[in-house]
């Protein structure tokens, strides 16, 4: 079982646009430390993201609640909106 004051790893898939806010190498994915806890809002944070997110999905389900607290293992995935011209 977990510690409370343990960090938790959360796997996180980036896309488009938004894999910019990830290291180059990393290619748009990767495992990233939190503190237990953390929500979707603060992995949004935590990344920087501030442009309109179009959907994201946690284990694969789709995930609208910002507030939704993580849990270690999670995989999270991260679509912004995509404007044409």
Same mark, same amino acid.
């Given at each position: 079982?977990?510690?409370?004051?343990?960090?938790?790893?959360?796997?996180?898939?980036?896309?488009?646009?938004?894999?910019?806010?990830?290291?180059? %190498?990393?290619? /748009?994915?990767?495992?990233?430390? @939190?503190?237990? !806890?953390?929500?979707v809002?603060?992995?949004?944070?935590?990344? +920087?993201?501030?442009?309109?997110?179009?959907?994201?999905?946690?284990?694969? %389900?789709?995930? /609208?609640?910002?507030?939704?607290? @993580?849990r270690? !293992?999670?995989?999270?995935?991260?679509?912004?909106?995509?404007? +044409?011209?």
């Amino acid at each position: 079982m977990q510690d409370i004051d343990d960090p938790m790893h959360v796997q996180v898939k980036l896309f488009s646009r938004f894999r910019a806010h990830l290291p180059a %190498e990393a290619q /748009g994915e990767a495992t990233l430390e @939190l503190p237990n !806890g953390s929500t979707v809002g603060d992995l949004l944070d935590h990344l +920087g993201i501030t442009g309109r997110v179009k959907s994201i999905a946690v284990n694969e %389900e789709s995930e /609208g609640d910002r507030g939704r607290v @993580l849990r270690d !293992g999670d995989a999270v995935r991260i679509f912004p909106f995509v404007v +044409g011209g």
